[in-house]
């Protein structure tokens, strides 16, 4: 089977090789997602294990497709009914090209059809459409006259882990504080400390990665756990999947903490750290008190940008301040405002270029 992770603009790298290193078979560096081969439970596996990857799609069919009608067939001939019923719901996404000169609106209603076409005729029934909890996530994607068809394995995407109780004011995505903790080239038993914690992401993200947490586990269910070809033995499977997991949990962790200014998102983080099952020490603390110890440390962080949390030439030339008292420490910053890089004025070792969201962000890491 043909499996496909879809990652974040700039994370592909880092997403090749945390399948590389969790034995994934032939992940190999692709723009938008990292494809790999292997059985079902490997898929699993992946929606347990991957940190980085958003979703884990399975691959159904890929033909070529220049028409709207060509994509029409190309779903009619998938054998739908081995995953869905017409008792079950299910929901379609689609990305066109602009090149294939159709409205994505027009494209997404043809595989509506289609699916339900070929369910109906099959059991006489069709099955409904959910857009808010589908049984069953169908992706098709469309360019250069190619059209691949997926099925989500995820369903939610992965970085609802399912340990966060709530948000900060601006809380980072989990897929993107794991992809920020492997650029910024953590060794995972170097002191950690993120000194504008929020709701806790990062060093929550950073303990499970050191006591190698599988990050699925706090998910009830995944996408594929809903679909009609899921018998009992698959569920045992995943079942005993579940417990080697958390069997391989290490004994051993760095000190990792968290500090903020604000005292209540620093008690949410806390909620969110003693939910993933860490006890993580979180204290309150401003920018300008922060002061090198004698130990190497990484200071990993996400400073407010100015778009949803405000941020002021006075906080930016605090931190700036912060990082050049701290000598020996890796320091590595999400940056989405460039007036925070001007203030501090070194010259990064590693440069990344990433998203949060909709923003355009550097991912500046420096050897202080
Ligand atoms: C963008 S948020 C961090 C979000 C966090 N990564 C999360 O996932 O929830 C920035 C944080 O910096 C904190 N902050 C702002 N000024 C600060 C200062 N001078 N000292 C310490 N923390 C500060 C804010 O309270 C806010 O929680």
């Known amino acids: 089977m043909e499996f496909y992770v879809t990652a974040g603009p700039g994370t592909e790298g880092v997403l090749r090789d945390e399948l590389c290193e969790l034995g994934f ?20 596996r992946a ?8 979703r884990v799609m399975l691959v159904l069919g890929r033909t070529s497709a220049r028409t709207l009608e060509d994509v ?4 009619r001939e998938v054998e739908w009914q081995e995953f869905l019923t017409p008792s079950q719901t299910f929901a379609v996404a689609t990305y066109a090209h602009e090149s294939c000169g ?62 966060r109780q709530s948000g900060g004011e601006a809380p980072l995505k989990e897929t993107l504080a794991a992809a920020m903790l492997r650029l910024s080239g953590w060794d995972r038993s170097t ?36 679909w009609a070809n899921f018998t009992p033995e698959m569920a045992q499977r995943m079942s005993r999947l579940r417990g080697e997991m958390r069997r391989g949990v290490a004994g051993q962790m760095p000190r990792i903490t968290g500090f903020d200014l604000d005292e209540e998102v620093l ?55 912060a990082v050049h008292r701290l000598h020996g420490w890796r320091v590595c910053l999400l940056v989405g405002n460039p007036r925070l890089q001007q203030a501090i004025h070194l010259k990064p070792e590693a440069e990344y270029a990433l998203k949060n969201g909709s923003i355009d962000c550097k991912l500046l890491v420096y050897e202080v």
Request: charged share 25%; glycine share 8%; net charge positive.
């Open 25 to 44: 078979r032939s992940a190999r560096l692709n723009h938008g997602g990292i494809p790999f081969l292997g059985d079902w439970i490997d898929g699993a």
């Open 191 to 226: 002191p950690l400390v993120d000194p504008m914690c929020g709701s806790g992401t990062l060093v929550i993200e950073a303990a499970l990665w050191a006591g190698n947490h599988a990050p699925g586990l706090w998910r009830k269910r995944f996408g594929f756990e809903r």
């Open 267 to 321: 008690k949410t983080a806390q909620v969110n750290a003693q939910a993933a099952g860490l006890r993580l020490s979180f204290r309150r603390m401003p920018l300008r008190e922060l002061a090198a110890d004698g130990t190497r440390r990484l200071l990993i962080a996400n400073p407010p940008y100015g778009v949803r949390l405000d941020a002021s030439n006075q906080l930016y030339q605090e931190l700036a301040n």
């Open 102 to 163: 159709e409205n994505p609106n027009m494209v997404t209603l043809k595989v509506k059809d289609a699916v339900a076409d070929q369910c109906r005729a099959v059991f006489g029934a069709r099955p409904n459409v959910d857009r808010e909890s589908p049984d069953v996530r169908i992706f098709v994607y469309w360019a250069r006259e190619r059209v691949t068809i997926y099925l989500d394995m995820s369903g939610e995407p992965l970085f609802k882990r399912g340990y």
């Open 72 to 75: 029409y067939e190309a779903c």
């Open 47 to 54: 929606c347990l294990q991957s940190r980085i990857g958003q």
